[in-house]
């Protein structure tokens, strides 16, 4: 039996600006995660998972590659990894084997209510790292990035993949994309290992490593209201007008401060870069007529402010989770307690530790 831990993530600042090639973006990988672990099949693989149903989805290959079993959830993520890893082992002349995939989630309570968390990221990434290790295929971290990241893009063309980043690489990450558009153009005509040893098909790709803040404390609350992101970012690239590209300058001036402020330990920089972040959220969600900050996310918001803090919606936002930055020594406790007087929920999270440093 192998198994894979894939950890969840939150935007920390970048949203919206990092769907465009080279557009750095700041995020945290969670304690949270996803394991996948993989037995031996024999005749057909399966795929398990609560989150998806109480049935496996069963696989077999044909001479067109792998054939599914359509009754079932087609779980179109673990699906697009699970054959492009195939290629992938074909083109490096592995012996095909049956497999079957059991995922275990962190991500969501007991109920099954999604927290935004990057649950499809740290599926795809888990998945990756499972099946590489279960045919010796022998990746690099930033390989299983890459992978992780074709997989995303046939299924949704527009993924930034700084989910995968922070579940593949962990820590606090400044991550800019690829140009996706040219990946899925490649993935029609090129083989996974070209794809790969392509240094210009990944040109805007950029992953560094910044330092914890040892002075401000994390803090995450859920509104209850889940977030559709592809729909929530389809409306801004349908409403860009001739402010764009003023917004993805200064979402690239407050990413670029954020940064500094981390690197150099200075935290009322780093809280000014996160409530720029905020304010730029607003601005942005004004002007295509997309309400990416809602009632309970400006009430998160401005409960922490009134502390000392800084907060803002953290990924797509419309729902899901606000991030917050406090004072280390702060009592949280009048804060919790606004919170959950207005039904935002604090969620027990913390950074996920990075493992080992950045390979090339």
Known sequence: MIEFRAHGKLFVAGEYAVVEPGQPSVLIALDRAITARVTEGHGSGSVHSEEYGHLPLTWTRDEDGLALDREHHPYDYVMATIDLVEKLRAERGIAPRFHDLRIMSQLDDASGRKFGLGSSAAVTVATVGALDRFYGIGLSQRQRFQVA????????????????????????????????????????????????????????????????????????????????????????????????????????????????????????????????????????????????????????????????????????????????????????????????????????????????????
């Open 149 to 360: 990241l074709l997989a995303t893009v046939r299924v949704n063309p527009r993924a930034s993949g700084g989910d995968l980043a922070a579940s593949t690489f962990g820590g606090w990450l400044r991550y800019s994309a690829p140009d996706r558009e040219r990946l899925v153009e490649q993935l029609g005509t090129s083989s996974v290992s070209a794809i790969l040893d392509d240094a210009d098909a990944w040109t805007g790709f950029d992953v560094e490593r910044l330092p914890a803040p040892t002075d401000l404390r994390l803090l995450v609350g859920w509104t209850g209201s889940p977030a559709s992101t592809t729909k929530l970012v389809g409306a801004v690239r349908r409403h860009r007008n001739g402010g764009y590209g003023t917004f993805l300058d200064d979402s690239r001036a407050c990413v670029d401060d954020l940064t500094t402020g981390l690197q150099t330990g200075d935290a009322e920089q780093t809280l000014d870069a996160l409530r720029r972040a905020r304010v730029l959220m607003q601005r942005l969600g004004d002007s295509v007529g997309s309400r990416i900050e809602t009632d309970r996310l400006t009430t998160l918001c401005d409960v922490v402010e009134r502390s000392g803090g800084a907060a803002k919606p953290s990924g797509a936002g419309g729902g899901d989770c606000g991030i917050a930055l406090v004072p280390a020594d702060l009592d949280t406790a009048a804060v919790f307690r606004e919170w959950e007087a207005h039904d935002i929920r604090h969620l027990s999270v913390a950074v996920q530790p990075p493992e080992g440093p950045l390979d090339d």
